[in-house]
């Protein structure tokens, strides 16, 4: 209380000094300072999307709450990795709280000690990429979801386990690091549910969809998608089959590419954690991100 009083005094001595001065604007200074106090939440339920010059049609009718630009060879994605929606990862006094986790029946749910912090990654990727060196996926951001959040591997930070960090995933399936990077692990039920929609694009270039080939489960035959040997295309019935043409895009994607569109990710459909998005091999050369 004497907290508030405190700061209720200061403002109103900032008001006073700048209704004073000449064309100061005391509105911006006010505003500052209550953004001081209340500096623990950069929650928000909308975000700001961005596109530079020359970028397809099938990123920007795709991607949100990110800024992309071509450089040379590359996309340049830049993300804050903020969700706009509710997590307990907020923060008990954020607009965007709650306290739900992700419904597991088979373990007890707990939150992580981790708030989520506005980010500043930059992930560069190959726009073209046609490599199949499968190389290994680093931890980190090792590609970014539709919605802006970086995705990471099947890794869990050293010391835990994946199946264990589950119990700690959001109603969204993410949760934050201990510097407050936002990530996906597995399929979240913000954009994929058992089907064929574009999840995101991985450092490599290569999209990720989700279980589904179109309507078909389980498409690929002999390995799994970022497994051990990703190089494998996507297979349906013996044949290798282009990204789904479910997916609104497909065409506009199609034609910006040269090759290796039979090439790219499916969510799979792992024993360990439901759905794992990424896991030990990229499909070709990855890009990086910072
Ligand atoms: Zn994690
Ligand atoms: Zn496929």
Redesign the pocket.
């Known amino acids: 209380m004497k907290k508030f009083s405190l700061l209720l005094a200061l403002l109103m001595v900032t008001q006073l000094i700048f209704c004073k001065s000449e064309k100061k604007d005391d509105s911006t200074s006010a505003i500052a300072l209550l953004a001081l106090v209340n500096s623990s939440s950069s929650a928000s339920s909308t975000c700001t999307t961005t596109f530079g010059e020359g970028v397809p049609d099938w990123i920007k009718n795709t991607f949100t709450c990110v800024t992309v630009t071509v450089s040379g060879s590359n996309y340049v994605f830049k993300t804050s990795s903020l969700p706009t929606y509710k997590s307990p990862y907020w923060g008990s006094t954020s607009s965007l709280y709650e306290s739900n986790l992700y419904v597991n029946t088979s373990g007890t749910n707990a939150v992580n000690p981790n708030l989520i912090k506005s980010q500043n990654i930059t992930l560069t990727i190959p726009k073209d990429n046609t490599t199949t060196t499968a190389g290994s996926v680093a931890g980190g951001a090792a590609g970014i979801a539709t919605n802006g959040i970086v995705l990471?591997n099947d890794a869990?930070?050293p010391g835990d386990s994946?199946s264990t960090?589950y119990y700690t995933f959001d109603d969204s399936q993410g949760?934050p690091?201990n510097t407050g990077a936002y990530?996906y692990?597995v399929e979240t039920p913000v954009l994929t549910n058992n089907d064929s929609k574009l999840v995101g694009i991985a450092l490599d270039g290569y999209l990720v969809f989700g279980k589904k080939h179109d309507t078909t489960a389980n498409p690929t035959t002999g390995f799994t998608l970022g497994g051990s040997s990703s190089s494998t295309k996507c297979i349906i019935s013996g044949s290798e089959t282009s990204v789904p043409t479910t997916w609104a895009q497909a065409s506009n994607y199609n034609a910006n590419k040269t090759a290796g569109t039979a090439r790219h990710y499916h969510i799979n459909n792992g024993s360990e954690v439901n759905g794992i998005l990424i896991s030990g091999k990229y499909i070709g050369t990855a890009g990086t991100s910072l």
């Open positions: 990471y869990a930070a994946l960090e949760h690091t990530h692990h």
